[in-house]
């Protein structure tokens, strides 16, 4: 696919959609993708470590499933 059919299918979409939402995470998205810093580098030091540590957790095996959650939440929000 060449450039301008791309662009073209780009075009088509925005132009075919009525969903503010949509138009707006797009637009959001090509703002983020066109600026020089990356998402990682506007994070705070704070941020950063907090991220590292959640990756460590998940290589170290530190994790709760989904239903894990969902089950632990349910017992507080509706307690019998």
Do not use: C, Y
């Not at 907090?50 to 239903?67: A, F, N, P």
Request: proline fraction near 2%; charged fraction near 35%; glycine fraction near 4%.
């Amino acid at each position: 696919m060449t450039i301008l059919e791309i662009k073209n299918d780009l075009h088509r979409m925005v132009v075919e959609t009525e969903d503010p939402e949509i138009l707006e995470q797009i637009a959001l998205l090509f703002a983020a993708l066109r600026q020089e810093k990356s998402l990682w580098d506007k994070l705070s030091e704070g941020e950063k470590q907090q991220i590292q540590k959640g990756l460590k957790d998940i290589r170290e095996g530190r994790v709760k499933s989904h239903e894990e959650v969902r089950a632990k939440v349910q017992t507080i929000l509706h307690p019998v």
